[in-house]
């Protein structure tokens, strides 16, 4: 799968580790009717860029971050759909659970989108952490896959992309600090804390590796977004 990024910040991400990995996923022309919304910035494009790399069909998607996080990235479907002269028929918004119960997080989604003007007309949890909608916006219809990022095997306060970045920590036996009363962003910052820039580098291509090798098993639910937009 190919991947065309919006935005200074990711661009340069993406070029980086597509370079580094020599994966040949990045393409800052290809079109595309997909559109990844991430609801935070970094490691989210990285990750969702490794993942990407891993499926070998021919579909395109295009990844944004914009200023808004969380619920609040929605914002952005009036916006898309305008500047892509309404040729997007598919979003996927990628969250961080972070404290909130998994069962209370599709019902907030849902609201935003309805303050949006929005109309569900279908719903469906497609697998744990994984829910979708047929969506209405005026005459337009469009499909909206919501990804919660976050693992319940990494026991830390908060979940977030950086529970499967942990668990490819731990595939790859690097040593990691303890999660105990953390959250996984908090961990996250620790494995670099007091690294000089080619150690954490060193450090970095050891966990994504591990990510380009396990990408179902390390991020089951972004990989299963993912893999039904392939088809």
Not at 54 to 62: R, S
Not at 77 to 83: A, D, P, Q
Not at 218 to 230: G, N, T
């Amino acid at each position: 799968m190919k991947v065309h990024p919006f935005g200074t910040n990711i661009i340069s991400n993406l070029v980086k580790w597509n370079n580094n990995f020599k994966l040949d996923s990045l393409d800052l022309n290809e079109e595309s009717d997909t559109v990844i919304v991430l609801g935070d910035g970094t490691p989210d494009d990285i990750s969702i860029f490794l993942i990407a790399s891993k499926l070998n069909g021919k579909k395109a998607v295009y990844m944004l971050k914009p200023d808004d996080t969380r619920y609040s990235a929605a914002n952005e479907i009036r916006t898309v759909l305008k500047s892509f002269n309404e040729k997007i028929v598919r979003f996927i918004f990628v969250v961080d659970q972070e404290k909130e119960e998994l069962s209370k997080i599709a019902k907030s989604f849902t609201g935003k989108l309805k303050e949006l003007g929005i109309e569900i007309l279908r719903e469906e949890k497609l697998q744990d952490r994984v829910d979708f909608f047929d969506s209405k916006l005026g005459s337009l219809e469009f499909k909206v896959y919501l990804v919660v990022n976050g693992l319940d095997e990494i026991n830390t306060e908060a979940h977030a992309i950086e529970d499967h970045l942990l668990k490819c920590t731990q595939k790859a036996g690097l040593p990691g600090p303890n999660l105990k009363g953390k959250t996984s962003k908090e961990v996250w910052k620790e494995l670099f804390k007091n690294k000089q820039s080619k150690e954490k580098e060193k450090i970095l291509s050891k966990i994504y590796q591990e990510a380009l090798k396990a990408p179902k098993e390390c991020f089951p639910q972004q990989y299963k977004a993912l893999s039904l937009i392939e088809v």
